[in-house]
């Protein structure tokens, strides 16, 4: 990543934001399958530029923000709420109350 030190900053927190929802989504949606997971997590590890002989960064974070949004817009209540986890988050404490709407 090139450019003033604030701006990587943020399309560096901006990407590891987007990637941990699609992620969470992704985890989720497979009904918490760890092979599909790594598998995924394998996919989205691109080159190093230096290797690749290409800056493909900017083009990553955009599209990694914007598939993101879409995945909040779209399965966001189904995949990312407390009804649906896939997991306990923390085994052997009871679940509190959710309400239906």
Known sequence: MEGPPAMVLLRFFANILALAVIMTVVYNGTGGSLPLMVM???????????E?????????DVLSILIA???????????????NLS???????????????
């Open 87 to 101: 997991t306990d988050v923390t085994p052997g404490v009871p679940e509190p109350a959710v309400s239906k709407r």
């Open 40 to 50: 995924f997590h394998w996919l989205t590890n691109l080159p190093y530029p230096w």
């Open 52 to 60: 690749a002989g290409v800056d493909i960064s900017l083009m990553q």
């Open 69 to 83: 949004a879409l995945a909040v817009g779209t399965v966001g209540p189904r995949y990312l709420g407390r009804a």
